[in-house]
């Protein structure tokens, strides 16, 4: 069975960091595509940034209002992803899900399965 | 960036009855479009990519049409679990986007 678990959400103060955690079992992890998807509280889903796997070669997108301080990592050894957040604002109070990229014949950006969420509020 | 728009944003509806949720894209997807269903206090799933095709696990009684701007989702027979929200995504241009949702409740 396909297993995302998140960790790593907490309160954190504007202008602080924050790593999130993604632990995959269940499928080929070092294979995957994988992406990073927000949902502010009541709100609807944001996609954060996709990582391709090594053999496809590793690269990594990010959606504009995080590009620059957000940064997406994996470590294929321990099947885990990784959401390293800086220069966090309020804006980026959300639950973070973590999702297994979804390719059909035109895209990989769907996105199934995906983890419970961890939940990231930046506050003061 | 393409702006995908969900109507109504909530939708009351019978046990037994059909819902129809539409999602309209401001500019062509073709049939790059995915629904996806969230209970309360659960993740996103997966229900139907390429418009119209249902993802492993999907019911038959969900199904989606349309192509290019203009999209719905229809659940033939609203069973109890289906009470939930439901988000459309474009995969067709770079970001992929999704809708602000419609949530689907008991009448």
């Known amino acids: 069975e396909v297993q995302l678990v998140e960790s790593g959400g907490g309160l954190v103060k504007p202008g602080g960091s924050l790593r999130l955690s993604c632990a995959a079992s269940?499928?080929?992890?070092?294979?995957?595509?994988m992406s990073w998807v927000r949902q502010a509280p009541g709100k609807g889903l944001e996609w954060v940034g996709r990582?391709?796997?090594?053999?496809?070669?590793?690269?990594?997108d990010y959606a504009a209002p995080v590009e620059g301080r957000f940064t997406i990592s994996r470590d294929d050894s321990k099947n885990t992803l990784y959401l390293q957040m800086n220069s966090l604002n309020t804006e980026d109070t959300a639950v973070y899900y973590c999702?297994?990229?979804?390719?059909?014949?035109?895209?990989?950006?769907?996105?199934?399965?995906w983890g419970q969420g961890t939940l990231v509020t930046v506050s003061s | 960036e393409i702006v995908m728009t969900q109507s109504p944003a909530t939708l009351s509806v019978s046990p037994g009855e059909r819902a129809t949720l539409s999602c309209r894209a401001s500019?062509?997807?073709?049939?790059?479009l995915a629904w996806y269903q969230q209970k309360p206090g659960q993740a996103p799933r997966l229900l139907i990519y390429g418009a119209s095709t249902r993802a492993t696990g999907s019911p038959a009684r969900f199904s989606g049409s349309g192509s290019g701007t203009e999209f719905t989702l229809t659940i033939s027979s609203l069973q109890s679990e289906d009470f939930a929200v439901y988000y459309c995504q474009q995969y067709n241009n770079w970001p992929p986007r999704f809708g602000q949702g419609t949530k689907l409740e008991i009448k």
């Open positions: 999702a297994t990229s979804y390719c059909t014949s035109t895209s990989c950006y769907l996105f199934d399965p």
């Open positions: 990582i391709k796997s090594k053999t496809d070669g590793g690269t990594i």
């Open positions: 269940g499928f080929t992890f070092s294979k995957a595509w």
């Open positions: 500019q062509s997807v073709n049939s790059n």
